[in-house]
């Protein structure tokens, strides 16, 4: 069993609909990122939490410490919202990643 | 421009050889960490430096090694290449341990 899984794998959906992606981990975590990797291959850190909720335009990531769970939450979905988002723990000197879920929205 | 930069973008080389990927964290950012992205692995991580001391290891070959310059670049060879090997390496920065990853563009790496 993987110690940072995502579901789902695979998310499909279409223009303006809204998008949920889940997270959990089994490790002891100091934090949390929320990784967006377009088909180019680039990595992007979306964010970083360690509690509560963060907001940036139309992505929303939660945390819960207790549950050992995260949400990256996108409204209002937008084609280039296309991409593969990853989860990754923070444990003390290293990234632990989740396997991505390949997010594509449909115009 | 994330401000971590890594050469090259594309490389291409025979089964056997040795290569060098070569990265240059962000400006501040005195952590360094290799990455390696495989069809099949998903992301793994290889190694950490910090200010340049080896930090932390992950599932790094002996094959491989790295070290991070004065400068706080840092250079990852990889030697004695397979098949295998081919995959798509990132470097990420941090000015602390654990807090602000900022991720290269990553070097494509095909052996043949």
């Known amino acids: 069993k993987n110690e940072v899984e995502q579901s789902p794998q695979n998310l499909t959906a279409q223009e303006g609909e809204f998008i949920t992606i889940n997270c959990s981990y089994s490790v002891g975590i100091s934090a949390l990122h929320w990784l967006q990797q377009h088909p180019g291959g680039g990595i992007v850190s979306l964010f970083m939490?360690?509690?509560g909720k963060k907001k940036h335009g139309r992505l929303i990531a939660t945390i819960n410490i207790q549950e050992k769970h995260s949400s990256l939450h996108i409204t209002a979905s937008h084609p280039r919202d296309s991409a593969v988002y990853i989860c990754?723990?923070?444990?003390?000197?290293?990234?632990?990643f989740g396997t991505g879920t390949r997010l594509q929205v449909f115009p | 421009d994330s401000g971590v930069t890594q050469t090259p973008k594309h490389l291409i080389t025979a089964t056997g050889q040795r290569v060098t990927l070569r990265c240059s964290p962000r400006?501040?950012?005195?952590?360094v960490y290799w990455y390696q992205q495989s069809l099949d692995q998903g992301l793994q991580f290889l190694i950490q430096?910090?200010?340049?001391?080896?930090?932390a290891k992950g599932n790094i070959l002996e094959r491989f090694s790295a070290q991070q310059f004065p400068d706080l670049h840092s250079e990852l060879n990889l030697s004695s290449l397979e098949l295998g090997d081919s995959a798509l390496y990132f470097c990420?920065?941090?000015?602390?341990?654990?807090?602000?990853?900022?991720f290269g563009s990553g070097t494509r790496l095909t052996v043949v």
């Open positions: 430096y910090y200010n340049g001391e080896e930090r």
């Open positions: 990754a723990a923070i444990n003390t000197d290293k990234l632990i």
């Open positions: 939490l360690s509690s």
């Open positions: 400006s501040g950012d005195l952590s």
């Open positions: 990420a920065s941090s000015v602390l341990q654990g807090y602000g990853y900022t």
